[in-house]
């Protein structure tokens, strides 16, 4: 783990608090002058984001490497192909997403007032990003940022400080410096960054920081998105599902960033008499996938850092649920295998938390109304998952539970359908992101009407002095 001793030494990434000062300033007063509102400005700057990811590929995938232990390919699927193909995609959509939208759905009366909805910049934003996707968070909302007219600030989390330094080197190479920057830094700068005031903030990470920014942000009654996580459940209805295919999905969303996705299947609800075919298959998986062996496989994973891989093994130290899968550990590489834990109960350690790490526990239930009644009783997880081709389950998990999201047969890849919007609810955070919903977080719908004068005559029942024939109905 290179990344820790670099991130002592390297100035890149510890912005002095007075330079803080100089961009929020240097922003506003760019803000003010219009500059980041022409749409052939925001195309230029939004290729000129594809391209600085596109021409340092290999940089961003070996940073992230050094900082996560992520495999290429999986930095190249998850964060930076997206990213490169959703800037672009922005530039070409920009027109239709910024074009005034003429109301005409008005009674004929209130035609001649032409209502229109602009979309109209809210100012420069803020974007606190954490590390476990390090480049997708962080770049996702300065597209949106971009698309939308508004100068960006972008504060990389310190856990990722290979490529939070390289993404300060390289941003001012490709994009105005005068509307985008990036701060370097942990608490202190960030909370200096949460003392000014910004146009809107938004958050990724955990619920005890999302709590804190939204504290800051409303002493200037900035709104706030905070993308936060949860414990997301994963429902197998063995009854009418293929176990095999289940064990396919449910693992491909858990291996990935060895279990470090605020998306990541948390745990499983299935019939306890399928529990243990379910572990069958959930085993051929793995060694099907990993044929050499987990902890030495380059397409697995690591743990960021040794306080969360500290934190997964006391998880597993305090579990009174059996090990059936994985357990291996290799501490010194922060390497920790799948771990399936069978017949975990409500009150287990592993259930307290979010785990986002590899263990997987499997919590036997009756039926669907104990599966129900089980998501209900806690948070609003930001993904619910449930492997089922009965139309009558779906239903009833349509309808009687909420979450971010809700994903039959698969994990994970909700987040590959750009058109939808990707956000939490209740515990799991607020405020929509990615594309046109990523442009309208950063954008305020300013409603206007244009009354003419030459109607003037007709609108005498309104003004003083009131007599009963002006309010007759
Ligand atoms: P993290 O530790 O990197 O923190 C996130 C950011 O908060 C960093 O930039 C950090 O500098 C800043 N921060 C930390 N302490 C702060 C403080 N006291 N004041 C102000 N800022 C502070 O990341 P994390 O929180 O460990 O991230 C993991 C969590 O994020 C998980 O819960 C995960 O589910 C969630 N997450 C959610 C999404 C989503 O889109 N909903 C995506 C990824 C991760």
Redesign the pocket.
């Known amino acids: 783990v290179v990344s820790s001793s670099a991130a002592m030494i390297d100035p890149r990434l510890h912005t002095p608090l007075k330079d803080i000062d100089k961009i929020h300033e240097t922003f506003y007063k760019t803000f003010k002058s219009g500059k980041c509102r022409p749409l052939s400005y925001r195309r230029q700057q939004l290729y000129a984001l594809a391209r600085m990811c596109q021409e340092n590929v290999d940089a961003f995938t070996d940073a992230i490497f050094n900082d996560l232990g992520k495999p290429k390919q999986e930095a190249l699927l998850y964060e930076v192909g997206p990213i490169i193909q959703r800037a672009v995609q922005s530039a070409e959509r920009l027109e239709e997403w910024a074009r005034p939208e003429k109301v005409t759905d008005v009674p004929d009366w209130q035609k001649p007032w032409a209502p229109t909805v602009y979309r109209a910049p809210k100012g420069p934003v803020l974007v ?6 390090p480049f997708i ?1 962080s770049l996702q909302p300065l597209y949106a940022a971009i698309s939308a007219g508004c100068p960006a600030v972008v ?5 990722a400080p290979t490529y939070a330094a390289l993404l300060a080197e390289l941003l001012p190479k490709y994009l105005d410096s005068s509307a985008y920057a990036i701060v370097n830094g ?2 202190p700068e ?2 200096k960054l ?1 003392d000014l005031k910004w146009a809107h903030i938004l ?5 005890r ?1 999302g709590r ?2 939204a504290a800051a942000a409303a002493k200037h009654l900035t709104p706030v998105s905070l ?4 414990k997301s459940p994963c429902f197998v209805d063995a009854a009418s599902t293929d176990l095999r295919v289940a064990a396919r999905r449910i693992l491909y969303g858990k291996c990935a960033n060895a279990g470090q996705t ?1 998306v990541a299947p948390d745990y499983i609800l299935i019939a306890r008499d399928a529990q243990d075919a379910l572990v069958d298959a959930l085993k051929q998986v793995i060694a099907e996938r990993y044929p050499q062996g987990i902890l030495s496989s380059d397409s697995y994973g690591r743990v960021v850092n040794a306080a969360h891989f500290n934190r997964l093994q006391n998880m597993l130290s305090r579990t009174k649920a059996r090990v059936v899968i994985g357990g291996e550990t290799d501490p010194e590489r922060l390497k920790m295998a799948p771990t399936v834990l069978v017949d975990v109960t409500a009150d287990d350690s592993v259930m307290e938390d ?1 785990i ?1 790490g590899p263990i997987l526990p499997i919590v036997p239930v009756a039926d669907l109304d104990e599966v129900i009644e089980f998501i209900n009783e806690r948070d609003h997880p ?1 993904a619910l998952y449930a492997f089922t081709e009965n139309a009558e389950v779906k239903q009833r998990l349509i309808d009687e539970t909420l979450s971010g999201s809700l994903v039959f047969n698969d994990t994970f890849d909700q987040l590959a359908v750009d058109e939808v919007p ?1 956000c ?1 609810v209740g515990e ?2 607020y405020g929509p992101q990615v594309l046109k919903h990523g442009f309208d977080t950063f954008t305020h719908y300013r409603s206007s009407e244009d009354v003419p004068l030459a109607i003037e005559p007709y609108l005498g029942a309104r003004y003083a002095p009131y007599t009963p024939e002006k309010t007759e109905v």
């Open positions: 606190i990003a954490p590390w476990n996707y968070l504060k990389p989390s310190e856990f942990a608490v960030t909370s949460l958050y990724t990470g955990n619920g920081v804190i920014v993308e936060l996580g949860g605020c979010e986002f930001l990707f939490g799991s955070g």
